[in-house]
């Protein structure tokens, strides 16, 4: 669970906690050391006959002389983490403190080395969102500004092929567009659920057969430029039973199998096969979904950070000729129409290629 820290402590957590070298025990330490030189040099003084004045300046000169030591010690690992704070500040997330001290002062270096990584991690992601919507811009704009300019040029008339070559750019601007506005909805948090029952293989056919046309599409759109988009993969329906009903929300859960469908055909292998199993949940109602695809699959090692925005994996170039990677932003956005819904997305085990498991719960449940 992803709630907030368990703050109830075991005896061993409360003792793991006492540590001999924490800034508590060096002040304490700091104030029974000089007690014991006091008491020492008055000792010496009654027993000796010397001056109290001397006494006074002798214990003096100790005590600041440990304090300045104890200082010291304090001081300059906060300067080191002012220093590195400031750069920082400034934009340069490389530098680190260093972190081997057992005491609150170590927890604290630990922490902002924890969020410098955390910063460099979100300032690269950041860097390639820009490179990823570029290029992506880059390609539908390019193309569809060659289209126009042979129409006004008179190179090419304005006959309906190609006028659908250029509505076909639109529309892929429009998608990446699309795109943004639902990662932004994504961090607002303002996109309601309007749940209804449906039949599932029909909705699923459906699903399937606008993926296909949007691989044709882009094909088309390709072979102008030289590249390459997948038209040999086949997609599979599974669903059993044939009857199946769900409760869902029909937008959410396209958005859901899109992006899948999109990330399993963009990493088949040639002539590939991807397959969308759906079987009925343990609830009333409720939806289990399977993606499978056949290409080099997801190490396991990476299964907790595959739907994180802009994480394109340690599988990051598709399998397939001549396709890139897309934005890394559909397995996040699928994760988050399922979470809307309450639902599970995951990698699940599978013996060949990749396979992601979705669970919707269904009928939502009614408090008794």
Not at 186 to 214: H, I
Not at 240 to 261: G, M
Request: with cysteine; proline share 6%.
């Amino acid at each position: 669970m992803s709630g907030g820290p368990d703050r109830r402590k075991s005896p061993e957590d409360s003792w793991g906690r006492v540590r001999p070298f924490s800034i508590k025990t060096k002040l304490g330490a700091l104030v029974v050391i000089s007690v014991l030189i006091t008491t020492g040099l008055l000792l010496i003084a009654v027993r000796t006959a010397t001056e109290l004045r001397f006494i006074t300046v002798f214990s003096m000169i100790a005590t600041l002389l440990i304090t300045q030591f104890v200082a010291h010690s304090l001081t300059a690992p906060l300067d080191e983490m002012n220093a590195v704070a400031r750069s920082i500040s400034h934009g340069d997330y490389s530098r680190r403190v260093r972190d081997h001290r057992r005491d609150e002062l170590g927890d604290l270096a630990h922490t902002i080395n924890l969020m410098a990584d955390e910063l460099e991690a979100q300032d690269r992601q950041r860097k390639e969102l820009v490179a990823n919507v570029s290029h992506e811009l880059r390609t539908p704009t390019a193309a569809l500004r060659a289209v126009l300019e042979n129409i006004v040029d008179g190179v090419t008339q304005a006959d309906p092929e190609t006028m659908r070559t250029a509505l076909k750019q639109t529309e892929r601007l429009g998608r990446l567009v699309e795109t943004l506005l639902d990662l932004s909805r994504l961090d607002n948090g303002v996109v309601p659920l309007t749940r209804r029952r449906f039949e599932v293989w029909p909705y699923l056919s459906g699903v399937l057969k606008e993926a296909q046309m949007v691989s044709s599409a882009r094909a088309g759109l390709a072979s102008g430029s030289g590249s390459h988009t997948r038209t040999d993969v086949h997609l599979r329906l599974d669903v059993s039973p044939p009857e199946l009903t769900a409760r869902a929300d029909p937008e959410r859960l396209h958005q859901v199998v899109a992006n899948l469908v999109d990330n399993a055909v963009k990493h088949s292998p040639p002539h590939g096969r991807v397959t969308v199993k759906a079987r009925s949940g343990p609830a009333k109602e409720s939806l289990v979904l399977e993606v499978v695809d056949e290409g080099p699959g997801i190490p396991q090692s990476e299964w907790h950070r595959v739907f994180e925005r802009f994480n394109r994996g340690a599988v990051s170039r598709p399998h397939g000729p001549g396709s890139d990677g897309g934005t890394g932003l559909g397995l996040a956005i699928a994760r988050w129409a399922v979470d809307l819904h309450g639902g599970r997305i995951g990698v699940a085990e599978s013996a060949r290629g990749c396979r992601i498991r979705v669970t919707l719960p269904g009928e939502p449940s009614v408090p008794s």
